[in-house]
């Protein structure tokens, strides 16, 4: 699978004309703790059009509860995404799978954040 990796993005409307319209795995992430230049991951999935997916996460019908009041708040949002040349389900079903392990998230359903350290330049 060819891949080309974002070093991180914070998303806002502004920024949201910079995120590509291709198939891509993502996760969005939040700051941590005060202080600390720590991430906590909030969400990880994977998308044939990352621009309309990031869309629809900060609209009011987002199914995902806490993901959605993250969005809609006024925090600091963070894109990291991996823009993939695979278009077939399964590839981006097993590049999201290992993002999940990377992240130590068990599943997209659960309700755990991870704390992970990216440093945005």
């Known amino acids: 699978m060819n891949t080309k990796k974002n ?3 914070i998303l806002s409307e502004l920024t949201l004309e910079m995120v590509p ?3 891509a ?3 969005i992430l939040s700051d941590g703790q005060a202080g600390s230049d720590h991430k906590r991951c909030r969400y990880v999935g994977f998308t044939e059009n990352l621009r309309e997916a990031v869309l629809k996460h900060f609209q009011p019908y987002e199914p995902n509860v806490p993901l ?3 969005m809609l708040s006024s925090k600091l949002k963070y894109l990291l995404y991996e ?3 695979a278009t077939d389900i399964k ?3 097993n590049r ?3 993002w999940m392990e990377e992240f130590n998230m068990a599943s997209q359903t659960e ?3 991870e704390s992970v350290n990216f440093n945005f330049a």
Do not use: D
């Open 83 to 85: 823009l993939v040349s």
């Open 21 to 23: 319209s291709m198939p």
């Open 25 to 27: 795995v993502y996760a």
């Open 68 to 70: 959605r009041y993250f």
């Open 96 to 98: 999201t799978e290992e």
């Open 7 to 9: 070093p991180g993005l």
């Open 111 to 113: 309700e755990k954040e």
């Open 91 to 93: 590839s981006l079903s």
